[in-house]
């Protein structure tokens, strides 16, 4: 037994070396980049300090030095937390209709189905952003088409806002809802569902108390997967919020580019992967609490 758990460990550590090497060491980097002080043309000064973590949240005066909260940094905390949530529940309502339309399929259509829903993650996402700037600018097809059938006069500003950054991010990461939900919907045994009709239950009681409580993991996944990187999204806040409407990922571009702090960009990076790690908790301890139930 001795000399087969060596093995293993002996088999593993090419594995273990690179894990440590390739995705904790950049980490660690990071980590102490955020508690030393910020060079003057970019880079680091190697003195420790804790200034780049008091800047997250706080900000002193310049002239009197008084400590005060840092409302731009606030407000792009609660832009993307706000943000996120918006395209994770936005994702949701759209997504778990379509997954089950998909799993009511017939066998044979289901795979066609799950192309089209896969067929935009083959498409640079740069690309896919381009395409909404393209579908809900002043010029786009949807203020020419309102403008055509007479509903509006003057083009309605949709680039450039909060709703503009949702609205991509639902297109990009839809696919990341859908796919989980119509996963545990394919193993749904829809005998159960028709019982609930032989029992006059309601479409929506049958919605309610029997789909959703059998599809809950796949739905608890999706909106994590969809969360986690609209949580950390630059590309799509960048295109469609112009510059304006800032996410973390803008945030901390911002800081290792154009502000040359790099101390604060890692302590905001290392800030971004606290809230990551807190929601991953959150989906594992749901999780754990849904496998007694499934088992009964």
Same mark, same amino acid.
């Given at each position: 037994? /001795? !000399?087969?758990?060596?093995? &293993?460990?002996?088999?593993?550590?090419?594995?273990?070396?690179?894990?440590?090497?390739?995705?904790?060491?950049?980490?660690?980097?990071?980590?102490?980049?955020?508690?030393?002080?910020? $060079?003057?043309?970019?880079?680091?000064?190697?003195? +420790?300090?804790?200034?780049?973590?008091?800047?997250?949240?706080?900000?002193?005066? +310049?002239?009197?030095?008084?400590?005060?909260?840092?409302?731009?940094?606030?407000?792009?905390?609660?832009?993307?937390?706000?943000?996120?949530?918006?395209? /994770?529940? /936005?994702? +949701?309502?759209?997504? +778990?209709?379509?997954?089950?339309?998909?799993?009511?399929? !017939?066998?044979?259509? &289901?795979?066609?189905? #799950?192309?089209?829903?896969?067929?935009?993650?083959?498409?640079?996402?740069?690309?896919?952003?381009?395409?909404?700037?393209?579908?809900? &600018?002043?010029?786009?097809?949807?203020?020419?088409?309102?403008?055509?059938?007479?509903?509006?006069?003057?083009?309605?500003?949709?680039?450039?806002?909060?709703?503009?950054? #949702?609205? $991509?991010? @639902?297109?990009?990461?839809?696919? %990341?809802? @859908?796919?989980?939900?119509?996963?545990?919907?394919?193993? *749904?045994?829809?005998t159960l569902v028709e019982a609930a009709y032989d029992l006059y239950g309601t479409r929506m009681r049958v919605l309610r108390r029997v789909i959703f409580?059998?599809?809950?993991?796949?739905?608890?996944?999706?909106?994590?997967?969809?969360?986690?990187?609209?949580?950390? !999204?630059?590309?799509?806040?960048?295109?469609?919020?112009?510059?304006?409407?800032?996410?973390?990922?803008? *945030?901390?571009?911002?800081?290792?580019?154009?502000? &040359?702090?790099?101390?604060?960009?890692? /302590?905001?990076?290392?800030? %971004?992967?606290?809230? @990551? #790690?807190?929601?991953?908790?959150?989906?594992?301890?749901? !999780?754990?609490?849904?496998?007694?139930?499934?088992?009964?």
């Amino acid at each position: 037994m /001795a !000399a087969q758990a060596e093995r &293993r460990w002996l088999l593993l550590s090419p594995a273990l070396l690179i894990l440590t090497f390739a995705a904790s060491g950049p980490l660690l980097i990071v980590l102490v980049y955020s508690f030393l002080e910020a $060079g003057d043309y970019g880079g680091v000064k190697w003195v +420790f300090t804790t200034d780049a973590w008091f800047n997250v949240v706080a900000e002193r005066d +310049f002239f009197d030095e008084t400590i005060k909260i840092a409302d731009a940094h606030v407000s792009i905390f609660w832009r993307s937390v706000k943000l996120s949530l918006m395209t /994770a529940v /936005a994702a +949701f309502i759209i997504g +778990f209709p379509t997954a089950y339309f998909i799993a009511t399929r !017939a066998e044979k259509s &289901r795979d066609l189905w #799950m192309l089209l829903i896969i067929i935009p993650f083959w498409t640079n996402l740069l690309i896919r952003t381009f395409a909404v700037m393209e579908i809900i &600018r002043n010029e786009g097809v949807i203020n020419t088409l309102l403008i055509k059938f007479g509903i509006i006069e003057a083009p309605i500003q949709i680039l450039f806002t909060e709703f503009a950054i #949702m609205l $991509g991010m @639902v297109y990009v990461y839809l696919p %990341l809802m @859908v796919l989980p939900i119509y996963a545990s919907m394919e193993r *749904l045994d829809f005998t159960l569902v028709e019982a609930a009709y032989d029992l006059y239950g309601t479409r929506m009681r049958v919605l309610r108390r029997v789909i959703f409580p059998l599809v809950k993991p796949g739905v608890i996944a999706g909106s994590i997967l969809v969360f986690v990187p609209s949580l950390g !999204a630059y590309v799509t806040p960048r295109v469609l919020g112009g510059g304006k409407q800032l996410m973390l990922g803008n *945030l901390i571009e911002l800081q290792f580019g154009q502000g &040359r702090n790099w101390p604060l960009g890692a /302590a905001l990076s290392i800030t %971004l992967l606290a809230i @990551v #790690m807190i929601a991953l908790m959150f989906y594992v301890r749901v !999780a754990r609490l849904e496998e007694p139930q499934h088992g009964q």
